[in-house]
Structure formats: C-alpha cells, structure tokens
C-alpha cells in the first residue's frame, strides 16, 4: 500500500494534489489481514493465464491457435 499519494498542501481552499515528491511517499506492507491468502491468489493467477486466449511468444504478444482455451480437460 502506496502511502501519501496525495496531500493537502498550504491551498486557500485546501484542495488535494497528486504529490509528485512535494511530501515524503513510503511503502507499507502487511499493513493489514490480506483478505484472501497469497497461495490461493497464485493459483487463480495460474488458472487465469492458463485459460487467457493470449501467449508470449519470442517477447511479442500472440492469440492462441484454439478459440476456447478456456475449454480444457481438467488436470490436477
């Protein structure tokens, strides 16, 4: 979680800006519960990439031959 993204600075009517290094920005992680746990995520991320109609072939962007990828027999 990006902290101090924006900041109300010495304005007349106190508006926010964006802070492009005006205030100090800093990192904060495991700030709070994740709301799912990061191997669940990692899997669905698989599954997701496995089933997109896209693949990266040599560094450039390619549609899959097959149109329903998302179609496969299930492995486990």
Do not use: C, W
Not at 20 to 42: C, S, T
Not at 49 to 72: A, F, W
């Amino acid at each position: 979680m990006l902290v101090g993204k924006t900041y109300s600075g010495d304005f007349p009517n106190n508006k926010q800006r964006q802070n492009r290094g005006e205030q100090e920005q800093f990192l904060m992680k495991n700030a709070h519960e994740p709301i799912i746990k990061e191997e669940v995520y990692d899997r669905v991320q698989a599954e997701m990439q496995r089933r997109s109609n896209t693949e990266v072939v040599n560094g450039k962007t390619k549609r899959k031959d097959t149109h329903y990828s998302s179609k496969q027999e299930k492995q486990e």
